[in-house]
């Protein structure tokens, strides 16, 4: 079994930072892509927010570039999301998403965690 469980949500003011962890463990053998993804209060969508591959090539949406970055200890199996700056319309839960083998012969398959509330107040 995977699991991947994030960690450092939380309620911040305007213009503050969070620090979200997202930690995967179980039966990993390797990880491709990692990514966070929100899901704002009132939608069903998940939003992509930012996506870390394997050689570290990041991307990011356009609401939130230049304030938030993803980096990856791959060694851990973990990713990181460091916000800045963080805006009222930043507010939802955030899921860890990574695209992983459970074994060498296995196909990718994503895998979720079970996200971590992020509240900015204005």
């Known amino acids: 079994q995977v699991q991947l469980v994030e960690s450092g949500g939380g309620l911040v003011q305007a213009g503050g930072s969070l620090r979200l962890s997202c930690a995967g463990s179980g039966d990993i053998f390797s990880i491709n892509d990692m990514g966070w993804y929100r899901q704002a209060p009132g939608k069903q969508q998940r939003e992509l927010v930012a996506?870390?591959?394997?050689?570290?090539?990041?991307d990011y949406a356009d609401s939130v570039k230049g304030r938030f970055t993803i980096s990856r200890d791959n060694a851990k199996n973990t990713v990181y999301l460091q916000m800045n700056s963080l805006k009222p319309e930043d507010t939802g839960v955030y899921y860890c998403?990574?695209?992983?083998?459970?074994?060498?012969?296995?196909?990718?398959?994503?895998?979720w965690g079970r996200g971590t509330q992020v509240t900015v107040s204005s």
């Open positions: 998403k990574a695209d992983l083998k459970t074994r060498r012969w296995a196909p990718v398959v994503g895998y």
């Open positions: 996506t870390s591959t394997s050689r570290e090539t990041t």
